[in-house]
């Protein structure tokens, strides 16, 4: 391993990309797409190589190129280049964690929509089942109409 290509790390700086790790693996994301984006976000450098991202995170090269084409193409991590040089650079594209929650939350109210199907073809025999089904849809209707004065409310605090 070369040691210039290698992100010196502090102890608690690998605990926390393990820990931000572990929560995007929970979230459905590969492992080494959910260390890639945490390295992204902790490391001092804003913009991290092939060579340093994978020597850092001692994946192989292959795990690396599959992650990084992952985060792309679902854009959360972009590219750039320098000048004269044929090396790509990745970083993380912030803008993408806001709006990715906001199309999670567009999500919920498609999977709402369905729930509540399920719901007006449960058999009225379940109803304990069907209590806490519709309480469910009625937490997302909630979701749904507040969510956009919270959204209207941050965006004023800027």
């Known amino acids: ?6 992100i010196a790390l502090t102890d608690t700086k690998l ?4 820990e931000m790790g572990v929560l995007h693996e929970q979230g459905g994301m590969q492992p080494a797409a959910a260390r890639i984006l945490s390295l992204l976000l902790v490391s001092d450098k804003t ?3 092939f060579d340093e991202i994978y020597e850092t995170l001692h994946i192989s ?4 190129s599959n992650a990084l084409n992952f985060l792309l193409s679902t854009d959360r991590v972009e590219y750039m280049t320098n000048p004269g040089e ?4 990745f970083r993380c ?3 993408s964690l806001k709006d990715g929650v906001q199309k999670s939350l567009s999500g919920l109210d498609a999977f709402n929509t369905v729930l509540k199907k399920v719901l007006d073809q449960r058999p009225v025999g379940t109803r304990e089942f069907n209590a806490k089904l ?3 849809t009625e937490f997302l209707d909630f979701l749904k109409e507040e969510l956009p004065a919270l959204f209207q409310k941050w965006e004023a605090r800027r």
Request: hydrophobic letters at 30%.
């Open 1 to 6: 391993m070369n040691a210039t290509t290698t």
């Open 15 to 18: 605990r926390l990309i393990e």
């Open 47 to 49: 913009e991290l190589s």
């Open 61 to 64: 090269k292959s795990a690396a």
């Open 86 to 89: 044929r090396r790509r650079y």
């Open 93 to 95: 594209k912030l803008q």
């Open 134 to 136: 519709q309480e469910t």
